[in-house]
């Protein structure tokens, strides 16, 4: 079983509970919480015995989107853009 930084990953009964574990930003979406989901995924998918996963959140929130704090030093709309389609496109 893998250790994540920002996400809680469990299974119990043939369900793997992935919780995104990020309260104090409200789980919102950065480059270390986006790798954690797309390996815990892959993680579940490569699991015969799991059969369903749920996707939950920490805290008061389930999640905010994305982290504006993690997208604010990027130079142009197109650097955006690519960070977008690199980043967020293969977790979809």
Not at 18 to 46: G, I, K, V, W, Y
């Amino acid at each position: 079983m893998s250790v994540y930084e920002t996400l809680i990953y469990e299974t119990e009964d043939n369900v793997a509970i992935l919780t995104m574990n990020r309260p104090e930003r409200r789980n919102a979406l950065n480059a270390e919480l986006n790798a954690d989901l797309l390996s815990a995924f892959q993680q579940a998918q490569a699991d015969e015995t799991v059969r369903a996963v749920v996707l939950t959140g920490a805290g008061k929130g389930f999640c905010a989107g994305a982290d504006l704090t993690a997208v604010a030093g990027i130079p142009s709309p197109d650097d955006l853009y690519n960070r977008i389609i690199d980043t967020y496109n293969p977790l979809m």
